[in-house]
């Protein structure tokens, strides 16, 4: 049962280089014949009853947009860029905020692809004053698979970049967070940042 009073917002952050794939495009890579992004967004919408104009997408809409071709709701998904463009995820964070009404969001990355399940496992969970995140079987945090307050995450990205960092590791923005933990199921945890974890969910180069 969602313990939220109504569904979060989603924002995904796609615009990374994907240089331990030797510059592929994460978010195209060929998942059992969807491209990631595609097949992300529509598992993520059908698990937490959302839709595409309560979805952001940061990164280079150019070329993520076609990827999207086909899936229903694509038309009303929100654009962003962080500025500038890879200049990492807390600036990829602060470009999706304003896009994003009051409530929580669900945080996530292109290059997940059991996003849903851990999203279902967080939908259940009773959120801590700020949001709640998964946690590996190792105990580690997933940052890209949280939900949060919004309100929170603008308080928190306003400090970092503040600070004079805003080239920081998300975590330093996760840090200021006061957060619920819930274990991620099954393979949720799990991205691809390498052809070797590509293999293991029989991914294959997309466009």
């Known amino acids: 049962m969602n313990p939220l009073p109504e569904s979060p917002a989603l924002a995904v952050l796609a615009g990374g280089k994907g240089s331990r794939l030797g510059g592929v495009l994460k978010a195209g890579l060929n998942y059992q014949g969807t491209p ?4 992300l967004l529509s598992e993520v ?3 937490s009853a959302g839709s595409g104009e309560a979805t952001v997408v940061v990164g280079d809409a150019v070329v993520l947009r076609p990827l999207l071709s086909g899936l229903p709701g694509a038309e009303a998904v929100r654009w962003a860029r962080e500025d500038p463009p890879f200049s990492g995820p807390v ?6 905020l304003p896009h994003l009404g009051p409530g929580f969001v669900l945080l996530l990355a292109s290059d997940q692809p059991a996003a849903a399940e851990g999203v279902r496992a967080l939908l259940q969970a009773a959120p801590g004053p700020d949001g709640v995140l998964l946690q590996d079987s190792e105990g580690r945090d997933q940052f890209l698979l949280g939900l949060y307050r919004v309100a929170a995450l603008r308080r928190a990205v306003a400090q970092v970049i503040a600070s004079g960092n805003s080239s920081q590791r998300l975590g ?4 200021r967070l ?22 293991q969910w029989g991914i294959e180069k997309g466009q």
């Open 172 to 175: 330093a923005v996760i840090a």
């Open 45 to 47: 919408w059908e698990v």
């Open 178 to 199: 006061e957060l619920a933990r819930v274990l991620a199921p099954g393979r949720s945890a799990e991205d691809i940042d390498e052809w070797a974890d590509a293999a």
């Open 91 to 96: 600036a990829a964070l602060a470009a999706a």
């Open 36 to 39: 990631l992004l595609a097949r």
